[in-house]
């Protein structure tokens, strides 16, 4: 879309066949083969089905007035929902509709997976989990710490299997949302997204909102589900290890320490809920929210906007949510400013620091012998790649946020 969309009073506006179920006090909208969702108030399923009925923009707004008492905005109405692809044609004009991705994994279906977070099992997963935070109530020492990253003496074998480790544990993770969603009957896909600074892969299960509400918490939670297995689990083997009962390498058991520290870390990332993580579409889910960190986005650029006597933008949202949001949004606010100052502060002094410390192994290897030179050489590419990586997404996510304001400020005169 254009940033500046003009629709007149007498443009033929064409809507694609949808289907709607109530959720609350309000409903959930999808057009048939579309993946996009949105939820809306009886007043605007009203007006999207006389719409759809090609009823024109006067006649609308007179309906809905008779019907609410209100004067409804028709015009920007249509233009929200051109931009969430549920308006095929204006004035004649086709609106290309998005089509949706294809699932991950297609051959996998319901029946093949439904076992997987039955109530037998997922009570086996509780007291897994349970077991283990008993030996850590009586052995602290399993608790995961600074020093446990370092499982091997060579920093470049200790980075390269970490990153390689990385990538698996994030893969797993997303797996075991992919299959939770297929569990309750819903294809989801892979792709890559920003949370603040950093890049993250994500399983997209919009198709979720089609499910009742309380067959939804499986699937948000089934990653941090996963990985509290997999803790679980080492911590019980590293504690069988030291009882005698299970068999001791040395490498093998510091590594162990390794994925507990790094699962550690990925657990906590989860709980930060003032970014889109596992917790924040729990949160979002019990509280009704469905647009909870697009909504309060929305308010903090209303509210800097009013500020400068700029204009601002229009957004629907039911009553009971706005009281939440205002809640949500300065607290959301405040820890992203905050994540990201933490960041520039220690994360980036820190990546910097070790790219110093590769050049000078680098360098010293040139004097040194050829092994030496290699293991420099290698551990200045990695340190440079996860410096590019972070300016290149940096720069991703900025550009995003231009387009986004840019967006914000559409017209509909």
């Known amino acids: 879309m254009t940033a500046k969309l003009k629709i007149r009073d007498d443009a033929e506006i064409q809507i ?40 024109s923009l006067q006649d609308v707004s007179q309906m809905l007035k008779e019907k609410y008492g209100e004067i409804y905005d028709v015009k ?36 093949h997976v439904s076992w997987v977070y039955s109530r037998p099992l997922l009570i086996c997963y509780l007291l897994l989990m349970g077991f283990m935070l008993l030996i850590l109530a009586s052995y602290p020492a399993y608790l995961p ?62 198709q979720l909102w089609k499910v009742p509400r309380g067959k939804r918490y499986i699937p948000f939670v089934a990653g941090l589900l996963n990985d509290g297995l997999f803790v679980a689990v080492t911590i019980i083997l590293l504690w069988l290890s030291d009882l005698g009962l299970v068999p001791r390498v040395e490498l093998i058991y510091a590594f ?35 647009n909870l960190y697009d909504d309060s986005w929305n308010l903090i650029l209303n509210t800097f906007s009013s500020s400068l006597r700029l ?37 980036l002094p820190i990546l910097f620091q070790i790219f110093l410390e590769a ?29 590019v990586g972070f300016v290149y997404f940096s720069a991703r996510g900025f550009l995003q946020l231009r387009k986004r304001l840019k967006e914000y400020r559409i017209s509909t005169d």
Request: hydrophobic share 45%; glycine share 8%.
């Open 16 to 55: 694609p066949q949808f289907f709607w179920k109530k959720d609350g006090e309000s409903y959930i909208v999808w057009r048939e083969g579309g993946s996009s969702f949105v939820e809306l108030s009886e007043d605007s399923l009203t007006a999207l089905r006389l719409l759809q009925e090609r009823n």
């Open 145 to 206: 710490r600074y020093s446990d990253y370092f499982f091997h003496e060579s920093y470049l074998i200790t980075l390269v299997i970490s990153t390689l480790t990385g990538f698996a544990l994030v893969s797993i993770h997303e797996l075991a949302h992919l299959i939770a969603g297929k569990s309750v009957g819903v294809h989801g896909y892979f792709s890559l997204g920003m949370r603040l600074y950093l890049p993250v892969a994500e399983t997209n299960l919009t």
């Open 359 to 387: 050049i000078q192994t680098l360098s010293l290897g040139c004097k040194a012998n050829l092994l030496d030179f290699v293991e420099g050489l290698l551990l200045t590419c990695l340190t440079s790649l996860h410096i």
């Open 76 to 111: 920007r109405f249509i233009s929200e929902l051109t931009h969430l692809g549920f308006v095929s044609s204006i004035g004649g004009t086709p609106v290309p509709l998005s089509q949706p991705k294809g699932g991950t994994f297609p051959f996998i279906d319901r029946k």
């Open 256 to 290: 162990g320490k390794f994925l507990v520290l790094v699962l550690s870390f990925g657990i906590i990332w989860q709980f930060l809920f003032f970014v889109r993580t596992d917790i924040y579409y729990v949160v979002s889910n019990l509280l009704g929210c469905r």
């Open 311 to 347: 204009s601002t933008r229009s957004v629907e949202i039911p009553t009971k949510e706005l009281r939440i949001i205002k809640l949500y949004a300065p607290f959301m606010l405040i820890a992203t400013v905050m994540s990201i100052s933490a960041f520039t502060l220690f994360g």
